[in-house]
């Protein structure tokens, strides 16, 4: 074991929100295993096995095509795609099991794979909420205060790919105005929309403009992980394929993350769903190695449960930490990097939330999670991006990187001289082993109130949604725009203009 | 691998709380290993290091005496007790890996050790709280409640021995209340309060009245496990001494817990202080062998860390966690069953609340906790007893023992025919495999709101910490005590009435 580095000492700048400094998240220890060999086994098999008899319904004539030159079964007038089980295990063998993601400043590269951890801020939800205002439509002013915390929050290492749609723009074209703003107001690596070829192209376009290289010479340079969800059960639907094959064309990262809600898209035990997942996962990882052999794929697990009440989808349950951990074994199986969330159903910034997003962060950290997608931010089952979440979840976060750094075992920590110094019934404040130490000992929080009761109702017996509504308005405060060469910036305009002028991607 | 168990069916009566049924939680996961075998070696050596050459302060003659009978090297002037690094090994060799702990109703008999997990209602806070009268000194009346509430949680294994202080009782005679409370609202088991001889003696009389034998018998059947904190650093007072004592020469478990906040009772370091807490661990340990060979004892774990702004204690921290599991590590380094916690500094059941205390219980069970005291209702570092937190943490508890159940994986869970059945772009709602399943599996919550936000809101858009005040109100209702034997009860009434007389046990 490497030996653990000492904890960093946080940015401390008087007045100022304090906070560890951006860094990678290594995860050191075992990850948890739910199964045993021969249960993941059984599991890859039926996935493989479903490939098999099944397949999956592939409704891209383009993406079938592609299927059938690599050898795979078509069924045309099903679109569906067969698939050997050799076959499929050959294809993603050819996956990289560690890759770099590069950012337009290079002090936020990320590196994908092995025991490194990214954490990626929300994306797509409908909604935007904050106490003051409530739940809402959000506009694209608010979206780009929303990227603005996230840039400023060290821990969040990616942007999600839009916190929320911003309603106030037209749809064809608001994708751009999206990318312009993750391009312009973070320099973190951020996530394209990946629905449809035109909308995938732009941002394509738009990434390789701010790295200052052709949209061609992205195939050297993987800036992009893109979110590619399969229609569960067994269906890939236009819009992703087109945005698959584009991202693998140019070289850039597909996320394969089939959403199968055990009850509802896929069966109601969990070993089912998760062989649904399973095979689901390999035919897109597959597909991306048909269009670029060994081009960046990761595994995306997001099999949660139904409440069979009513219908309505539960997140950070039980289920979904085991899932999340099996998926990791299964991603584990195949060698390619796997990605999960954090989520929650709860409608609130309340214990309820904070409960199910640990749930879920447990389950993603110790199954091996290498990306976890809705890091920060998500709630209500993921319609809304909540500015007090998104602070909330830091928290989390942070605390999370401080646990999964292992505390230094040597003569000088384990303090055998200072322990001989204060004796029996003494005290350890102020002793010099102490006072070397303190700052930089604990982990240091960001919302966390540790007053005593007494002090805690002097100061306004303040809860935790309150204080980190202060903190996102202090933060919003202290943002500072990253430089960005003026020539790239009126390049990623005029391209966005002329885009626009052409009518930008209508829905399909 | 054992074949998992079903997911048993939920107790359900109509319009009253449903909840899993009594039974103890098997941790069939592998620990998470924080640091590795060298490293645990290291902390263990300097755990018998520290005893060799510092010793325990021993504050009780006769714990001393008992010492030195064993071959320990004693200063008397300084009441140090010194202990060669093999007699300590030694000694704790002696102590049993597994146990049971009885019941008055022998189905709640627990079992402490191996992958068997036991959690244990908060015990000894100074207030009790909730959300109509906010923070306060307890009553007995309410106290009682509490307790009831404790009996009817399925998923509380164990009462902690009072959940808060009866401050409308004298302080002399309280602690028999207390026993006659949980030995007559319970049938579960309860931990005694060991703070001197007389009141351990008063616990131990009455437990065995309640198993209908003589306190000299109790020693063929252990019914307690009682904490013995000492007095960080290196120190047993007369009180913990005189308890442990009774404890064991009754063959009664003593759980051994130093409170070895870092930066405060022990070296800032984490390893310094976790070297400190093994020490005094060992030494505990090692007198109950003394006083009888092979009687129950277990290794607690208490390390947490002090905020070093303000010097107030902090739970539930990232240190907690590393500090429960590196612990676990450290008992079954010794082949004791260790005993860790949920704890949390806030003073709110808000999003604070729930995290730190995930965190608190994801380190203690994935550090192969055998016992979780304070696992349900502890709120404000330990001050208060919570009546919201009581069912908010029975829901997290209830949440980790469902993550613990691995799902079956067999040919029907696989589900490979339903999946064929079901088909591209189908739903598996109403199918077979889903009707024959669906109602026992998924994890039923207890407080979670899983509506939709439409839906949330027409409710009235109840929060978490407003719906466990909601569950525990119906749960109270509901309570039904549970049978004891008439002449018992007498029993135990005039032990304590004769006792009263006497004075009970004036504090030292």
């Not at 199964?35 to 397949?55: F, P, S, V, Y």
């Not at 698939?83 to 770099?100: G, M, Q, S, V």
Request: proline fraction near 6%; glycine fraction near 8%; include cysteine.
């Amino acid at each position: 074991m490497a030996r653990a580095r000492r904890r960093s000492r946080p940015e401390r700048i008087p007045g100022r929100i304090e906070q560890p400094p951006f860094r990678q998240v290594r995860m050191r220890y075992r990850p948890i295993e739910i199964l045993n060999a021969d249960q993941i086994e059984a599991i890859h098999q039926a996935g493989l096995n479903i490939l098999q008899r099944m397949g999956m319904r592939v409704l891209d004539d383009h993406a079938r095509a592609l299927f059938a030159s690599a050898g795979a079964e078509i069924d045309e007038a099903e679109m569906q795609v067969r698939l050997d089980p050799a076959l499929t295990e050959e294809l993603a063998a050819k996956a990289p099991e560690h890759f770099t993601l590069r950012a337009r400043n290079p002090a936020h590269d990320l590196s994908v794979g092995r025991q490194d951890v990214i954490f990626t801020a929300v994306g797509g939800p409908a909604y935007v909420e904050d106490m003051e205002r409530g739940r809402r439509q959000g506009t694209y002013a608010e979206m780009c205060n929303y990227m603005r915390l996230v840039h400023n929050l060290n821990i969040v290492h990616q942007e999600g790919g839009g916190p929320f749609e911003p309603l106030d723009l037209p749809a064809a074209t608001r994708h751009m105005d999206i990318c312009y703003a993750a391009i312009t107001l973070t320099d973190k690596t951020w996530q394209p929309n990946a629905l449809g070829a035109a909308r995938t192209l732009d941002g394509l376009e738009m990434a390789a403009i701010s790295h200052g290289i052709a949209r061609e010479d992205l195939v050297d340079r993987c800036v992009f992980n893109g979110v590619i969800n399969t229609n569960s059960p067994l269906q890939l639907d236009i819009p992703m394929a087109e945005g698959l094959i584009a991202l693998a064309e140019h070289g850039q990262c597909n996320v394969i993350t089939p959403f199968t809600l055990a009850g509802a898209m896929s069966p109601v035990t969990l070993a089912g769903a998760l062989a649904q997942q399973h095979a689901e996962a390999l035919a897109g990882i597959a597909l991306t190695q048909i269009v670029r052999p060994g081009v960046p794929v990761m595994y995306g697990g997001f099999t949660s449960n139904v409440d069979m009440k009513s219908g309505a989808p539960a997140f950070g349950t039980p289920e979904y930490a085991q899932a999340a951990q099996i998926s990791g074994q299964l991603a584990r199986r195949i060698g390619v990097p796997f990605r999960s969330s954090n989520v929650t159903a709860a409608n609130a910034n309340d214990a309820q939330a904070a409960y199910e997003s640990e749930m879920a962060l447990w389950g993603s950290i110790m199954g091996g999670a290498h990306m976890i997608n809705h890091a920060a931010g998500w709630l209500g089952g993921g319609l809304t991006a909540s500015f007090e979440k998104l602070i909330i979840d830091a928290e989390m976060l942070q605390m999370m990187a401080a646990y999964l750094e292992p505390p230094e075992i040597t003569p000088e920590t384990l303090a055998l001289e200072a322990i001989d110094d204060v004796g029996p019934g003494g005290h350890f404040f102020g002793t010099e082993h102490t006072i070397e130490r303190y700052e930089t000992a604990f982990y240091t929080p960001l919302v966390s109130n540790w007053d005593n009761y007494d002090t805690w109702v002097q100061r306004g017996s303040v809860e935790a949604v309150k204080r980190a509504n202060e903190i996102w308005h202090q933060l919003l405060e202290e943002y500072e725009q990253p430089p960005l060469d003026h020539a790239i910036d009126e390049a990623l305009r005029d391209y966005m203009a002329r885009r626009k002028c052409e009518g930008g991607a209508p829905m399909n």
